[in-house]
């Protein structure tokens, strides 16, 4: 069951977490074009895979429940998976609270023919900070600090 559960969460993360880093880190190039397709279209793939993230974690938490050489994978109250799951929220946070908003408002504005500049440093910014955070996440799940 532990080789089942450690597939599954990898093909998750790879095909859950790896699209909503790229889609947070490439959305402002719709806001740059004045593109209001791209952008709306980066929102939608944003909030569908910051959703679909919640599995990576579900997972996650079957997988360090098992016994591996006859102990535990690992427990809440190790460094690297309760660090692991702030980084996690706070990157979530940042894509549903920060990211798709914006890239809402965005759409709207372009729509409206109004000027988006403003928003492109926002999105970038909040893009750049997301992948930051899941690539600390990944040197977390490597390198399991604390246990």
């Not at 559960?5 to 806001?31: D, E, M, N, Q, S």
């Not at 690992?74 to 990157?91: F, K, N, R």
Request: no cysteine; hydrophobic share 55%.
């Amino acid at each position: 069951m532990f080789k089942l559960l450690l597939a599954a969460h990898l093909v998750l993360a790879v095909f859950a977490v790896g699209p909503l880093v790229h889609a947070a880190t490439t959305a402002g190039r719709g806001i740059r074009t004045g593109d209001g397709s791209a952008t709306a279209s980066a929102s939608r793939v944003l909030r569908i895979y910051a959703y679909v993230s919640v599995l990576v974690v579900v997972v996650g938490m079957g997988l360090m429940s098992q016994k591996q050489h006859g102990h535990v994978v690992g427990e809440l109250s190790d460094t690297w998976i309760w660090l692991s799951l702030v980084l996690w929220l706070v990157a979530v946070g940042l894509v549903l609270g920060v990211t798709v908003p914006t890239l809402d408002r965005a759409t709207r504005q372009i729509a409206e023919q109004q000027s988006v500049v403003t928003l492109t440093a926002r999105v970038g910014a909040s893009g750049g900070v997301v992948a930051l955070l899941f690539l600390v996440i990944v040197v977390l799940m490597v390198y399991k600090p604390g246990s």
